[in-house]
């Protein structure tokens, strides 16, 4: 069974930093991309970070690029995002799931973690 459980959500202040985890189990880590997405109250899912399976880049939304960084373990079977210099927009619900290479469309991505809330104040 494919598992996914995310961490390290919590309240920040605007420019403050956090470190999100995604750890997976259920499936052979390298077989799968992950994917961070986010949603915020009233808005749409959306794809905050992916890895292409065309040139295995990673990918990062313009409204965090230069701020989040996505990385792996995969010894520990564990994917991270660092947002640094966070701001009150990004306040969200953040999910990992699988399996999200960048070009797969939202609706097919199969396995989501439960989420973590980030609340970032002003």
């Known amino acids: 069974e494919v598992q996914l459980q995310a961490s390290g959500g919590g309240l920040v202040r605007n420019g403050g930093s956090l470190r999100l985890s995604c750890t997976a189990s ?23 970070s992916c890895i292409s399976r065309i040139d295995g880049k990673t990918y990062y939304a313009d409204s965090v690029k230069g701020r989040f960084t996505f990385s792996s373990d995969n010894a520990k079977n564990t994917v991270y995002l660092q947002m640094n210099n966070l701001k009150p927009d990004d306040t969200a619900i953040y999910y990992c799931a699988v399996p999200a290479p960048c070009a797969r469309p939202i609706g097919r991505v199969n396995y989501w973690g439960q989420g973590t809330l980030v609340t970032v104040s002003s």
């Open 26 to 48: 259920g499936f052979t880590f390298d077989d799968y991309a992950i994917a961070w997405f986010r949603q915020a109250p009233g808005k749409e899912r959306e794809r905050v």
